[in-house]
């Protein structure tokens, strides 16, 4: 018969579990109230009037405030309409009432295990008898689930141990109540299960790492688009583009200061220098990176060893990769190509003399154009000239004294002209300002003008320096040179 009595809560408990939510309890300080429905088990020993009362519906309410993340108080009120198990026609009206402290030791997204203690009282009445009171201690063991914020359902177990007047010690009646009900909350903290700020009922991104920054919707935010939310991000302005480690730092794999994902040249040997690029800049082309190149300044085309210094393998002086006479023997002096220093017979005449005259530089019969034998043999004071820039040298043009002397003096202007000309253009590295020309006409002729010979050697070109001084310092310092 008691099993019978069991099977209508057993039933209605069964068509609750499977509708239990998956919601976590509500959060923050909180309160509730639970219409409850069960059924209540009597102690066979309790009698009242004359024997123990049938099990029976029972109807009660819940009131409740929690205080803690895991404790509440709660009031409790229960009632039920029975009758006397040996006389079923005998009416009697079961009551209970008790303040209970709930401790709730775990939680699920399921729901919420729970137990209950507390104080209480029982009331039982019946028709023409006098009621029937007593003290109760309380024990419950429960289980609650949410469907959102502000409502779930309960089950509870509780045995509500009837309290003997003046010798608790032997109180061993028990009730025991098998309830189901609706919790409904009010106040309380929106759920956020994620943390993020933002309710469960708004958050479009429920599972946001603990930390992250979020938008409106509950949704990370990755301000520089690194793949590493805003808030975990330890760099927060990374260059787009930029490849970056878990916490959101852009990564530099070979130390060139140009980050990971904008590099360009990922493998830049350590210590060279970079562009923004990342790629390694040699500013002097000589094929060892900046910032490696211990020469940074070589001469372009000169040939460099590992360090980026430039190599002279004869030992003259100049570089290779620019020396035109590579195996110059060791000790010669060479020009500015590293070929040897030849003095000519012309140079010889103009550092000992001061002037190279020529006798040989022929023109045109009364005109100023040079002949074609005339300019291999200037070919050959080309080269001096521009061994000694820093000379100043006048071209003298003179002539003998057939013709008149005006037609003589502008023949010699014109012709010294010629040959200045043709120097500086032939010789393009001869500064024009090293050269002047002016002619003299007959005026200065070295022999007298008088028969074939003497006359051929009035017709002439001399080279006269000018700065006398320089010159002077210039043999000097080749003369210490030579010793």
């Known amino acids: 018969m008691r099993m019978r009595s069991l099977t209508p809560f057993l039933l209605f408990a069964a068509l609750l579990i499977p509708s239990a939510p998956a919601h976590a309890a509500p959060e923050g300080s909180y309160r509730w109230v639970t219409p409850v429905v069960g059924w209540a088990k009597f102690s066979d020993r309790l009698l009242y009037p004359a024997d123990s009362l049938k099990d029976a519906p029972l109807f009660g309410l819940r009131i409740g405030r929690s205080f803690q993340e895991n404790w509440a108080l709660e009031l409790a009120g229960a009632y ?5 198990a040996a006389y079923p026609d005998r009416d009697v009206t079961y009551m209970n009432g008790s303040l209970n402290l709930m401790y709730t030791p775990a939680r699920w997204k399921a729901g919420d295990l729970y137990f209950a203690a507390g104080a209480g009282y029982s009331r039982r009445k019946a028709k023409d008898f006098t009621d029937l009171h007593a003290g109760t201690f309380e024990q419950a063991i429960g289980w609650r689930s949410w469907w959102n914020d502000h409502s779930g359902i309960r089950l509870e177990a509780r045995n509500s141990l009837n309290m003997a007047n003046h010798r608790w010690e032997r109180s061993d009646k028990s009730d025991l109540h098998f309830l189901a009900g609706l919790d409904f909350v009010f106040g309380g903290k929106p759920k956020d299960t994620d943390g993020d700020g933002v309710p469960d009922k708004k958050d479009k991104c429920p599972n946001t790492p603990t930390g992250a920054k979020v938008d409106a919707t509950g949704c990370p935010t990755d301000a520089d688009g690194d793949g590493v939310w805003d808030g975990l991000d330890k760099c927060p302005d990374t260059p787009k583009g930029a490849t970056v480690d878990a916490t959101g730092c852009p990564k530099d794999s070979d130390g060139d200061g140009v980050y990971d994902g904008l590099d360009q040249c990922g493998n830049t040997p350590k210590g060279a220098m970079v562009d923004a690029k990342g790629c390694p800049t040699d500013s002097d082309g000589d094929g ?3 910032g490696l190149d211990k020469c940074p300044n070589t001469p372009k085309g000169a040939k460099v060893d590992a360090d980026g210094c430039p190599t002279d393998a004869d030992g003259d002086g ?9 195996d110059t023997p060791k000790g010669a002096k060479v020009d500015a190509d590293g070929c040897p220093i030849v003095v000519t017979e012309k140079e010889t005449e103009l550092l000992d003399t001061g002037m190279i005259r020529l006798q040989n530089v022929n023109f045109e019969t009364g005109k100023s154009d ?3 034998e ?3 043999i200037l070919d050959d004071i080309g080269p001096i000239l ?3 820039p820093q000379l100043q040298i006048e071209v003298g043009g003179h002539t003998d004294s057939r013709g008149t002397q005006a037609k003589n003096q502008a023949l010699s202007e014109a012709r010294a002209k010629a040959v200045r000309d043709y120097l500086t253009q032939k010789f393009p590295d001869i500064v024009a300002s090293q050269l002047t020309s002016k002619g003299y006409g007959e005026s200065r002729p070295i022999a007298p003008n ?14 006269v320096v000018l700065n006398k001084d320089v010159l002077k310092k210039e043999v000097e310092k080749r003369k210490l040179l030579q010793k």
């Open 80 to 84: 039920s309409p029975t009758k006397e």
């Open 370 to 372: 040079l002949l074609p």
């Open 386 to 388: 521009r061994k000694w």
């Open 318 to 326: 100049v570089f290779d990769g620019l020396d035109k006479c590579p």
């Open 288 to 290: 060892v990176w900046d």
């Open 450 to 463: 008088k028969g074939a010979a003497n006359m051929a050697k009035n017709r002439r070109v001399e080279f």
């Open 374 to 376: 005339s300019k291999p």
